[in-house]
């Protein structure tokens, strides 16, 4: 089955870039979407199709995706953005969802 | 306002059912495919099942498959699963999401704020 590993925590400080990876065998083929997920809250979509915002989601948030690992950065981070965040794709072969191990963002 | 609302979750014994409901309101259910997606104490999202539109479709984690049955009613605006067989590793907040991406299936965008369902005796 498809594997999608992510770190288990990213930590950065306000005002400062944080970078949290995806990887998986050849990502790059597929469409990646990311949720934030903050305590006793359900997810929320942040990105899709790599690079895509849903409205309402800050010009702060930018996705990329190429060869084996996809990447959400998160630009002049605010201590709003302390969250679990986790990659997610669809795998044709198997015809499954398949969700990332989801990091963890600390805000120091 | 674009809604989803599960119920149907609580305490169950080990070997026994549930039936998970979610009621979605504020957009066209026929139009969407919906999944389930559980979250366990302390761990990470994990995809269950997904169903389309029409029905025509059902897809199931291999976790759980041959355990779980999702279903829908479009005319009540309804989603469904039906969980038998309940392990204590079943324990776990269900969502339920909209899917996105039409033919092709993209992710989840809309999500409800789950049912909790604790599988112990």
């Known amino acids: 089955s498809y594997v999608l590993t992510q770190p288990p925590s990213v930590s950065v400080a306000p005002g400062k870039t944080a970078t949290i990876t995806c990887g998986g065998n050849n990502i790059g083929s597929k469409s990646v979407h990311w949720y934030l997920q903050k305590p006793g809250q359900a997810p929320l979509l942040v990105m899709f199709?790599?690079?895509d915002r849903p409205s309402g989601i800050p010009e702060r948030f930018s996705g990329s995706n190429s060869g084996n690992t996809a990447t959400l950065t998160i630009s002049r981070v605010e201590a709003g953005d302390e969250a679990d965040y986790y990659c997610?794709?669809?795998?044709?072969?198997?015809?499954?969802?398949?969700f990332g191990t989801g990091t963890r963002v600390t805000v120091l | 306002e674009v809604q989803l609302m599960e119920s149907g979750g609580g305490l169950v014994k080990p070997g026994g059912s549930l039936r998970l409901s979610c009621a979605a309101s504020g957009f066209t259910f026929s139009s969407f495919s919906m999944s389930w997606v559980r979250q366990t104490p302390g761990k990470g999202l994990e995809w269950v099942a997904s169903?389309?539109?029409?029905?025509?479709?059902?897809y199931y984690a291999d976790s759980m498959k041959g355990q779980i049955t999702i279903s829908r009613d479009n005319a009540k605006n309804s989603l469904f699963l039906q969980m038998n067989s309940l392990r204590a590793e079943d324990t776990a907040v269900y969502h339920c999401?909209?899917?996105?991406?039409?033919?092709?299936?993209?992710?989840?965008?809309?999500w409800g704020k789950g049912t909790t369902v604790t599988v112990s005796s």
């Open positions: 999401a909209r899917g996105f991406g039409g033919n092709s299936p993209g992710g989840m965008d809309v």
């Open positions: 997610q794709v669809w795998d044709r072969n198997s015809f499954h969802y398949v």
């Open positions: 199709y790599d690079d």
């Open positions: 169903i389309s539109s029409s029905s025509r479709y059902t």
